[in-house]
């Protein structure tokens, strides 16, 4: 019998990465305020514990009792720098023996949060280009959409739209599907508060929920129009897509970032695209 290892669980708090999460989450202000106040700890502990056999030495001038040059020489232990103007004596070496290794960690810390700073700035602003590069592609999607509707419309108005003109129209409706669907997930993400989502400001918000209903409006039109001159075509496919479409409306509505847009237009939005829905579901 083959005896099947699964994944080992995590032994320790290391292990299981949260210490690397908590120490990702710490801000430079932070560490460097930790840093600084272990010098001042341990400063303390020089003064506040010195006994007879336990104290700080100067070279030449005996034993330290200056609260100032325990944090002196605590800074220079701290960051390993060490003058030898000043001597730990007894326990005190263990003591100093501990704080070079904290202040080795912690200026270790301020130093790749220093760095982490920059390429922090540097992968923002290349993700503030890869994100409105995203919706303008969105945007020119919807717009695609609404041209090659628009010359169908252009046809029903001439009353030369035939039934493979509507067989044309269900590639127009899958595209939309796909971008509604993507517009969907993006403001999925950007709700749930996802890792290296950028929020919708308002300028690109109010422009992706209008062309949203722009398209749609331009489906009516159309519908409206192939009613009127009765144009007989299967309407399975076609109205199966624009089902669809219009409950990824709906849902993208229902994730209408009121925050970006306010509320008055929020309002508008949501008026207009209720009415639009409807009318458009009574024609199909």
């Known amino acids: 019998m083959v005896k099947i290892i699964g994944r080992p669980k995590p032994i320790s708090w290391l292990d299981d990465g949260k210490a690397i999460t908590w120490i990702d989450k710490l801000k430079f202000s932070r560490i460097l305020v930790m840093w600084i106040v272990v010098i001042l700890l341990f400063g303390a502990i020089y003064i506040f514990f010195s006994s007879q056999g336990n104290f700080l030495s ?14 002196y020489f605590s800074f220079v232990a701290a960051t390993t720098t060490g003058f030898g103007d000043i001597l730990p004596e007894g ?3 263990l003591v100093a ?3 070079v290794i904290f202040g080795l960690l912690l200026l270790a810390l301020v130093t790749s949060r220093l760095v982490s700073i920059k ?16 919706i303008n592609r969105l945007r020119s999607s919807l717009l695609l959409f609404r041209q090659n509707i628009e010359r169908l419309i252009v046809k029903a108005e001439e009353k030369t739209l035939k039934v ?6 269900d590639n127009y409706f899958y595209s939309l599907r796909d971008v509604l669907e993507e517009i969907l997930g993006l403001l999925f993400k950007t709700k749930m508060n996802y890792l290296f989502v950028k929020k919708l400001d308002h300028i ?3 422009l992706i929920f209008n062309s949203i209903l722009n398209s749609f ?3 009516n039109e159309l519908f409206t129009l192939s009613n009127e001159i009765k144009v007989n075509y299967e309407k399975n496919i076609s109205t199966g897509l624009i089902t669809t479409c219009i409950k990824l409306c709906e849902n993208i509505f229902t994730n209408l970032p009121v925050h970006a847009i ?3 237009k929020s309002e508008e939005l949501l008026k207009r695209k209720t009415i639009l829905l409807a009318d458009l579901k009574n024609k199909i």
């Open 91 to 93: 326990i005190f070496k």
């Open 164 to 169: 493979r003109d509507f067989e044309m129209a």
């Open 97 to 99: 023996i501990f704080e």
């Open 119 to 134: 390429q922090d700035a540097i992968l923002n602003e290349v993700y503030e280009i890869s994100f409105s590069e995203r």
């Open 204 to 206: 690109n918000a109010e």
């Open 58 to 71: 100067y070279a030449e001038r005996g034993k330290v009792t200056s609260f100032f040059d325990a944090i």
């Open 217 to 219: 409006a331009k489906i």
């Open 262 to 264: 306010g509320e008055k």
